[in-house]
């Protein structure tokens, strides 16, 4: 059973730092991209980030580029969203999630964790 499990949001003041972790299981992921998405209330969900478990190969969407960094331990099946200089408008549920190829369409992920949320006090 493959599993997707997000865990590292919390509260934090704007301009603080959040470290979010996304454990894989239940497959072998090398082949796959990974990726960040987040989803604000009545807002329809955006892409954050992606990188390749094999290569890196990191791509981010323009409102966190410069900020967020996205990294995967392969040896822990886990990767890292690290957000700095947080805003309020960064506030959302953040979604791990993985496909098959480079790919920004969450419709095109195949797997999804449930979900952690973030949320940026001014």
């Known amino acids: 059973q493959v599993q997707l499990v997000e865990s590292g949001g919390g509260l934090v003041q704007a301009g603080g730092s959040l470290r979010l972790s996304c454990a894989a299981s239940g497959r072998t992921f090398s082949s796959y991209v990974m990726g960040w998405f987040r989803q604000a209330p009545g807002k329809e969900r955006e892409f954050v980030a992606r990188?390749?478990?094999?290569?890196?190969?990191?791509y981010y969407a323009d409102s966190v580029k410069g900020r967020f960094t996205i990294s995967r331990d392969n040896a822990k099946n886990t990767v890292y969203l690290q957000m700095n200089s947080l805003k309020p408008e960064d506030t959302a549920v953040y979604y791990c999630?993985?496909?098959?190829?480079?790919?920004?369409?969450?419709?095109?992920?195949?797997?999804w964790g449930q979900g952690t949320q973030v949320t940026v006090s001014s």
């Open positions: 999630a993985a496909a098959q190829g480079l790919t920004t369409t969450p419709r095109a992920y195949d797997y």
């Open positions: 990188i390749r478990w094999s290569g890196g190969n990191t």
